[in-house]
């Protein structure tokens, strides 16, 4: 896996043949590349690149902003801090063509309407990106990555915001619902997500949106993409469903929960959930990502819950009743707020086994 992802990362490097300064000729082009998905989850929405092509100058080119050093000191912290620095490399475009062939991840090619002097524009701005203090930029989720940045470059470009998101009728968190196809990944990734994500989609921010984008968009009443050819195809397999990795296992594993769980077993999950809300407020208040600020999930996974279990495991029944009736209050504005939002229907099991202990806690006789 390591030696994999270094090699692709070196073939970013491989192609510095030419001179910032060189000139396009006429038969120059600017083609999008959107790139497959893949296993991996850097890789799991896709990928954006800018393919330039100059028969004449023997230029052949693609310019990737979604570089990252994995040595970076303390990178996961980084990460998850919202100050990690992705940078933007070139290419040629036969070793990028064969990094995806090797990962089975399919390219589709658009090619976009832009006159001579805006392709030597847009190759001068490029280049200025990678041989410059440009070439670094803060990785942002949704506002600022791989795509964002080939999205805001054409726009430039063509001296006028053109493309842009199409489906504003759907949140961010809608949008991004379908590519998660691991359960477990999807439900840690939607309760880590906060309210930003339920904010309309206004941001092309995925490459394939990007791409959808393209064929939609005209540039003085013609499409602004001319040609779309699926430049390498990937071998497709649907993943066969896993019990394991599904919303039945974990349905499976809550029911036996409710069934035969004693005392210490609520104990246990109640502090776990808690500690969950502390993680979830945390790194709303650490991170510099939006995406993970004002996190309501909180509500669901209340750090109060923490208290319960203490109460609990101390036999104080009477505060224990007393944190029950806030906690299940707060439950149930987390299910009036929660009743538009697309991942109610991943952690409805956890609702119903909170409300369903808490309830019997709020019952029990002093």
């Not at 990460?79 to 490399?89: A, C, E, H, N, P």
């Not at 109640?270 to 709303?284: H, N, R, S, W």
């Not at 029950?324 to 229907?345: E, F, P, S, T």
Request: aromatic share 16%; net charge positive.
């Amino acid at each position: 896996m390591i030696k994999k992802l270094l090699f692709a990362f070196l073939l970013c490097f491989s192609y510095l043949g030419f001179s910032q300064n060189s000139s396009l000729s006429d038969q120059a082009k600017v083609s999008i590349l959107t790139c497959g998905t893949g296993p991996e989850s850097y890789a799991m929405y896709g990928h954006t690149g800018i393919r330039i092509q100059d028969p004449v100058s023997g230029i052949d080119v693609v310019y990737n902003y979604g570089a990252f050093d994995f040595s970076t000191p303390n990178f996961i912290g980084r990460f998850v801090k919202g100050d990690l620095q992705y940078f933007v490399t070139n290419g040629s475009y036969i070793n990028f063509y064969y990094n995806y062939q090797t990962e089975n991840r399919e390219i589709i090619e658009q090619e976009i309407a832009l006159t001579s002097a805006q392709i030597n524009q847009l190759f001068e701005q490029l280049n200025t990106s990678v041989y410059s203090e440009e070439r670094f930029y803060t990785y942002k989720f949704i506002d600022r990555n791989c795509t964002t940045m080939v999205v805001d470059k054409i726009n430039t470009t063509l001296g006028k915001e053109y493309l842009k998101s199409k489906t504003t009728n759907q949140s961010y968190r809608e949008v991004l619902y379908p590519y998660m196809s691991d359960f477990y990944l999807k439900l840690g990734i939607q309760l880590i997500f906060g309210a930003k994500v339920d904010e309309p989609a206004t941001r092309l921010f995925l490459p394939y949106e990007f791409k959808k984008s393209l064929s939609q968009t005209t540039l003085q009443g013609k499409p602004i993409s001319t040609s779309t050819e699926t430049v390498l195809s990937a071998n497709k397999t649907t993943p066969s469903f896993a019990f394991w990795n599904s919303i039945y296992s974990l349905l499976t594993a809550l029911v036996i929960l409710a069934l035969f769980g004693k005392k210490g077993v609520q104990i246990g999950y109640f502090m776990v959930a808690g500690l969950l809300g502390v993680f979830f407020m945390v790194v709303g208040l650490y991170s510099m990502h939006e995406e993970l600020s004002w996190n309501y999930n909180a509500l669901l996974f209340n750090p109060l819950l923490i208290g319960y279990a203490w109460c609990l495991w101390k036999e104080k029944t009477k505060a224990a009743k007393l944190l029950a009736k806030i906690i299940a209050g707060c439950l149930a504005l987390y299910i009036v707020y929660m009743l538009d939002k697309i991942h109610l229907q991943i952690v409805w099991p956890f609702i119903v086994l909170q409300a369903y202990w808490l309830g019997k806690g709020m019952l029990k006789k002093n």
